[in-house]
């Protein structure tokens, strides 16, 4: 039989946000609102397809 657990686990998951840490004032917030980020996977995309022998699906990134 298995007795009491000696040592602890740490979690397995952890739940955070990214922008907890980063100031309200911070610069890159107020212009986040200004700038469009959306495409912007798609241009390493295209890259790394052209680089190699097989081009990426698009979920690849």
């Known amino acids: 039989m298995l ?3 000696q040592e602890a686990q740490g ?6 946000s990214i922008s907890d840490p980063v100031p309200q004032d911070l610069l ?3 212009i986040d609102r ?7 996977r798609q241009y390493p ?4 397809a052209n680089q190699a022998s097989h081009p990426l ?3 690849a990134l």
């Not at 979690?11 to 955070?16: D, I, Q, S, T």
């Not at 200004?34 to 912007?40: A, Q, R, S």
């Not at 995309?45 to 790394?48: E, P, R, V, Y």
């Open 3 to 5: 007795g009491p657990k």
């Open 11 to 16: 979690a397995l998951f952890y739940e955070f």
């Open 28 to 30: 890159l917030r107020s």
């Open 34 to 40: 200004f700038v469009d980020l959306d495409d912007i």
């Open 45 to 48: 995309a295209d890259f790394a």
């Open 57 to 59: 699906p698009g979920n």
